[in-house]
C-alpha cells in the first residue's frame, strides 16, 4: 500500500521559511517522479516543483528562485525548501507520486500542471504566510 505523509506546513510571516518533508511508504521514491503540487481556497491545484528519478528538477514560475525540491533517496523522502514566503504562496500543499520515467517526469508536469497524471497523493499541509 502506498502512502506519501507531509509534514512542516504552519504559519510564518512573509520573508520567512518553511521545509516541506514527505514521507513515502511502499513506493521507492528513487526509481520514481515526486511532485509537489498546491490549492489555495477557491482556486485550482497548480504544480509547484517535480524531480525526477535522476534527480533532476523542475520549478514553476512562481517560485523559481525561492522554493527549492530535493530528495533524499536514503530516507525515502523529498522536500520542499521553501524560503522568501509571500502571502499568495498559502495554500495546501501535497506531495504527489508517479511512474513516470526521464524526461516524461518533467514533461508531464508542465503540460499538465494540475497534476492529472500522478497516481499517488497525500493528505496535504497547510502553510500559511501572513503580511
Known amino acids: 500500500q502506498v502512502q506519501l505523509v507531509e509534514s512542516g506546513g504552519g504559519s510564518v510571516q512573509a520573508g520567512g521559511s518553511l521545509r516541506l518533508s514527505c514521507a513515502a511508504s511502499g513506493y521507492t521514491i528513487s526509481r520514481n517522479c515526486m511532485g509537489w503540487f498546491r490549492q489555495a481556497p477557491g482556486r485550482e491545484r497548480e504544480g509547484v516543483a517535480v524531480?525526477?528519478?535522476?534527480?533532476?528538477?523542475y520549478h514553476a514560475d512562481s517560485v523559481k528562485g525561492r522554493f527549492t525540491m530535493s530528495k533524499d533517496n536514503a530516507k525515502n523522502t523529498v522536500y520542499l525548501q521553501m524560503n522568501s514566503l509571500k502571502p499568495e504562496d498559502t495554500a495546501v500543499y501535497y506531495c504527489a507520486a508517479d511512474a513516470a520515467r526521464p524526461p516524461l517526469c518533467t514533461v508531464y508536469f508542465q503540460q499538465y500542471p494540475r497534476g492529472i497524471v500522478f497516481d499517488y497523493w497525500g493528505q496535504g499541509t497547510q502553510v500559511n504566510v501572513s503580511s
Open positions: 524531480i525526477d528519478s535522476a534527480g533532476s528538477t
